[in-house]
C-alpha cells in the first residue's frame, strides 16, 4: 500500500478539491487570455505589455502559476504513485518533478514579477 507521505495535500479528498479548484483557475486564466488574444486582432508589444504591467494581471497569472503547480504535482504524483511500485524509483522521479516544478514556478515568478 502506498502512503500518502509525498502527496500535496492531507488526504485524498483535498487533493481531489486542489485538483479541481486549479483546473477551474487555468480554465479562467486561459479564457481570458483567449479572449484577449481574439479581441485584439492587431496586438503589438505595447499593448501586450501594458496588460502585463497592470498589478491585477500579475496576480492573476501569479494565481495561475501557482495553480498550475498545484495541479501538475498532484497529477504526477498520482501517476508516479499508481505506475512505480519501487519505494526508491518513486521517491526519485517525484524528486525530480518537484525541482522541475519548482524552477518552473520560480522562473515564472521572476519574468511576471522581474524588471
Not at 7 to 12: A, D, E, P, V
Not at 42 to 62: A, E, P
Not at 77 to 105: E, M, N
Amino acid at each position: 500500500m502506498v502512503t500518502n507521505i509525498t502527496s500535496f495535500g492531507r488526504s485524498g479528498l483535498s487533493d481531489w478539491l486542489m485538483q479541481r479548484v486549479s483546473a477551474v483557475i487555468l480554465a479562467l486564466y486561459t479564457v481570458f487570455i483567449v479572449a484577449f488574444l481574439l479581441f485584439n486582432p492587431n496586438l503589438d508589444y505595447y499593448t501586450w505589455s501594458g496588460l502585463f504591467s497592470q498589478t491585477w494581471m500579475r496576480i492573476f497569472s501569479l494565481l495561475a502559476f501557482v495553480a498550475l503547480a498545484a495541479h501538475a504535482w498532484i497529477g504526477l504524483w498520482t501517476v508516479t504513485t499508481d505506475y512505480l511500485k519501487s519505494t526508491r524509483l518513486r521517491v526519485g522521479v517525484q524528486a525530480v518533478i518537484i525541482l522541475g516544478i519548482f524552477v518552473y514556478l520560480v522562473w515564472g515568478i521572476q519574468i511576471l514579477w522581474g524588471a
